[in-house]
């Protein structure tokens, strides 16, 4: 068995605006996560869900964090494999389906990792590493729904 780690936070509701959830109008979606020694984290729900569009939502995290895992599962297998990242950027995108009774979920997450490399000769490798970073993603094995990559590898000048 493995090593067990842990994740600690607070979740704060920011959102009530004199008469708590009377209604389904009369509150904010307004939220406030705060983590021991990290600037706190201010969202909201879904502009759908009648959250604030200008602060973060949970569907965007989790997209966020999947394509953040599998960014740092990446570089650290190119490290180890001698491969030497000099950019990396990714547009993931999530598609969720509500349905007529307000639940849903995910349905699939599509990362599009842009990578360039220094190390002439290794694009093929640095290429495949994605499958193996998508295959030890943490998050990504903690979701019950279809997360695919679609990589872009270029060395350098090319």
């Given at each position: 068995m493995g090593a067990q780690h842990e994740y600690r936070s607070r979740l704060t509701w920011e959102g009530n605006q004199g008469n708590g959830t009377s209604s389904y109008q009369s509150y904010s979606r307004q939220w406030r996560v705060c983590i021991d020694g990290k600037p706190d984290l201010v969202g909201t729900a879904d502009p759908t869900f009648r959250g604030e569009v200008d602060k973060y939502n949970p569907e965007e995290l989790?997209?966020?964090?999947?394509?953040?895992?599998?960014?740092?599962?990446?570089?650290?297998?190119?490290?180890?494999?001698?491969?030497?990242?000099?950019?990396?950027?990714?547009?993931?995108?999530?598609?969720?389906?509500?349905?007529?009774?307000?639940?849903?979920?995910?349905?699939?997450?599509?990362?599009?990792?842009?990578?360039?490399?220094?190390?002439?000769?290794?694009?093929?490798?640095?290429?495949?590493?994605?499958?193996?970073?998508?295959?030890?993603?943490?998050?990504?094995?903690?979701?019950?729904?279809?997360?695919?990559?679609?990589?872009?590898?270029?060395?350098r000048g090319k």
């Open positions: 989790l997209v966020a964090s999947l394509s953040s895992c599998h960014m740092l599962t990446y570089l650290a297998l190119c490290a180890r494999n001698g491969i030497s990242v000099l950019s990396y950027s990714d547009d993931p995108f999530g598609v969720m389906r509500t349905t007529s009774d307000g639940s849903g979920r995910f349905e699939s997450v599509t990362l599009n990792p842009k990578v360039e490399i220094a190390d002439n000769g290794k694009q093929g490798l640095a290429t495949e590493l994605h499958e193996k970073a998508h295959a030890f993603c943490l998050i990504a094995n903690s979701v019950n729904f279809s997360v695919r990559h679609v990589a872009e590898v270029k060395e």
